[in-house]
């Protein structure tokens, strides 16, 4: 099994449980959530890296629209994965 855990931190306990509430409804059985004051870890589990890379993927998508849509994010966003889409 494979597996990927990640932490992001913010300003606020208040700014990490808004971030973390918008994300719930996504993450499903694929991502395990817990939020600690400021901080969300994340952990992800998948049989092949394929599979984990795809589930990290569409979790950092959903963050990236929470933190958009929260006002956190302003500006264009950093291309991480260097294709020439904005995603």
């Given at each position: 099994?494979?597996?990927?855990?990640?932490?992001?931190?913010?300003?606020?306990?208040?700014?990490?449980?808004?971030?973390?509430?918008?994300?719930?409804?996504?993450?499903?059985?694929?991502?395990?959530?817990?939020?600690?004051e400021n901080?969300?870890?994340?952990?992800?589990?998948?049989?092949?890296?394929?599979?984990?890379?795809?589930?990290?993927?569409?979790?950092?998508?959903?963050?990236?629209?929470?933190?958009?849509?929260?006002?956190?994010?302003?500006?264009?966003?950093?291309?991480?994965?260097?294709?020439?889409?904005?995603?």
């Open positions: 099994m494979n597996t990927l855990d990640l932490r992001v931190e913010y300003g606020s306990p208040e700014t990490a449980a808004a971030v973390a509430a918008a994300l719930d409804p996504d993450n499903g059985t694929y991502v395990e959530m817990e939020v600690r901080v969300i870890n994340f952990k992800m589990e998948a049989k092949s890296a394929g599979s984990l890379r795809n589930t990290a993927d569409d979790l950092l998508a959903c963050l990236k629209i929470a933190e958009e849509a929260s006002g956190l994010v302003r500006g264009p966003a950093a291309d991480l994965d260097g294709d020439p889409s904005p995603e």
